[in-house]
């Protein structure tokens, strides 16, 4: 390995004892070797310490340690600053790589000539089923590798680990926002696209996504959250009027999404003071649900196999 990696993967972990060793054998397992693991654990009360202390006898892995619980942005931005690659790759501490990723994404970052590029998400359940393979939430993957403006991206609301120019990041000062504590990666990755990054998209199914409970159960407010970044984001000097107001859409439409599991399931039962409530917070959730109707009687009368998501109502593309 050349003294300064190729690709810096970091990688925050809390509490992720059963998910970890996966995660840091699909990065031992990539065709791209040239490669260092920066592991942050962020005050874990499980056995997650216990767990990457194995996998110290590789010495391409940097295992670093909080001393108190201190939130994913803090630990990222830790990450970052011990990372020394050419190329920052994020991987969360209970997910994992195909084998081709990190080789794939850098020759196509450096055929691009991009400063971030990013594949498509592969979002698999507990007991082993896939139920989407995406890079954004309202837009469909592309059938060709493509570049986006930013204008695209805050449009689609991008759901990506990417890999990231280290001396980019560097040159534009640009690190996780600590104060914002859920999804903070969404407010990172749209500064580095608002402060000039090429962008593009691999339409590879590279990264695995683990959904289970703890992915979408959170003590932070997601509204909340998600207007720190909207005031975040809008307050950058690069960030234009034209851009300030998609953003502004954006939000709106994150606060539908976050009402409408809740709304869907007053409906479901019979709850209707409580669905008037949601409605009046975010008068979109009755078209998420009109739009949902058709494909939930499909999945119900004719693919039952397909009822893929129990922990929220699915919502549909838009």
């Known amino acids: 390995m050349s003294q300064r990696p190729k690709v810096s993967v970091i990688t925050p972990a809390y509490n992720v004892a059963p998910y970890i060793g996966q995660c840091i054998e699909s990065v031992q397992a990539q065709t791209l070797t040239d490669w260092e693991m920066?592991?942050?654990?962020?005050?874990?009360?499980?056995?997650?310490?216990?767990?990457?202390?194995?996998?110290?006898?590789?010495?391409?892995?940097?295992?670093?340690?909080?001393?108190?619980?201190m939130g994913a942005g803090y630990t990222r931005n830790r990450a970052l600053d011990a990372a020394q690659g050419e190329w920052i790759a994020v991987l969360d501490a209970d997910d994992w790589y195909a084998p081709e990723r990190l080789e794939k994404l850098v020759g196509f970052a450096e055929q691009m000539d991009a400063d971030m590029v990013a594949d498509l998400q592969v979002y698999y359940t507990e007991w082993g089923s896939v139920y989407l393979v995406a890079w954004a939430n309202h837009a469909k993957p592309p059938k060709q590798p493509r570049v986006y403006t930013v204008e695209e991206v805050i449009k689609?609301?991008?759901?990506?680990?990417?890999?990231?120019?280290?001396?980019?990041?560097?040159?534009?000062?640009?690190?996780?926002?600590?104060?914002i504590r859920k999804s903070q990666d969404y407010a990172f990755y749209l500064?580095?696209?608002?402060?000039?990054?090429?962008?593009?998209?691999?339409?590879?199914?590279?990264?695995?996504?683990?959904?289970?409970?703890?992915?979408?159960?959170?003590?932070?407010?997601?509204?909340?959250?998600?207007?720190?970044?909207?005031e975040y984001l809008q307050s950058l000097p690069e960030t234009t009027p034209h851009q300030q107001a998609l953003l502004e859409r954006?939000?709106?439409?994150?606060?539908?999404?976050?009402?409408?599991?809740?709304f869907a399931q007053a409906v479901k039962r019979g709850q209707f003071g409580r669905a008037w409530r949601l409605f009046r917070q975010s008068p979109g959730v009755?078209?998420?649900?009109?739009?949902?109707?058709?494909?939930a009687l499909y999945r119900r009368l004719f693919a039952r196999e397909q009822m893929i998501d129990p922990w929220r109502e699915s919502l549909p593309l838009r």
């Not at 592991?39 to 909080?66: C, G, H, M, W």
């Not at 696209?193 to 959170?218: D, I, Q, S, W």
């Not at 009755?286 to 494909?295: E, F, I, K």
Request: glycine share 2%; aromatic share 10%.
């Open 38 to 69: 920066v592991i942050v654990n962020d005050a874990s009360t499980d056995e997650t310490s216990q767990i990457v202390q194995r996998y110290l006898t590789d010495p391409r892995i940097k295992f670093l340690q909080n001393e108190r619980n």
């Open 156 to 179: 689609a609301h991008p759901s990506i680990k990417p890999l990231i120019r280290a001396e980019f990041l560097r040159n534009k000062s640009i690190r996780y926002a600590e104060h």
């Open 250 to 262: 954006a939000y709106k439409r994150m606060v539908t999404l976050a009402l409408y599991p809740e």
């Open 286 to 295: 009755l078209g998420w649900l009109l739009m949902s109707v058709p494909a």
């Open 191 to 230: 500064e580095i696209l608002l402060k000039g990054a090429r962008f593009a998209v691999l339409p590879e199914p590279m990264y695995y996504y683990r959904v289970h409970p703890n992915t979408v159960t959170t003590r932070h407010d997601p509204i909340a959250e998600n207007r720190k970044s909207l």
